[in-house]
């Protein structure tokens, strides 16, 4: 089992750049996909970004080129860069992990393990 907490989130003008991160304690010797989601009010919770147990990386198509999901092993931490924020990237973002290395990367009721998430507001 793994604990999740993110931290980072705050309110940035639109074209700034935040960075999240999710800090991971518990069973980290095991691999794991990791992702980031994110769920904006009266919306489900969609995929952003994912790094495999093979350090392989996934975007949603709203995200790619401006956001970059990065592991940091020796701190047991996720990023997630954001860079070029628009309006519509305010939500709240969540840290996941997946013990099965083999499912789909996207799907929220894949992941195992979640953070609390934390608010990233983005202002026009």
């Known amino acids: 089992q793994v604990q999740l907490v993110e931290s980072g989130g705050g309110l940035v003008q639109a074209g700034g750049s935040l960075r999240l991160s999710c800090a991971v304690s518990?069973?980290?010797?095991?691999?794991?996909?990791w992702a980031w989601f994110r769920q904006a009010p009266g919306k489900e919770r969609d995929f952003v970004a994912a790094s495999s147990w093979k350090s392989d990386t996934y975007y949603s198509d709203s995200v790619k080129g401006r956001f970059t999901i990065s592991r940091d092993n020796a701190k047991n931490t996720i990023y997630l860069q954001m860079n070029s924020r628009k309006p519509e990237d305010t939500a709240v973002y969540y840290c996941a992990a997946d013990r099965d290395v083999y499912s789909d990367y996207a799907i929220p009721a894949e992941y195992d393990y979640w953070g609390q998430g934390t608010q990233v507001t983005v202002s026009s």
């Open positions: 518990g069973r980290t010797d095991r691999t794991y996909h």
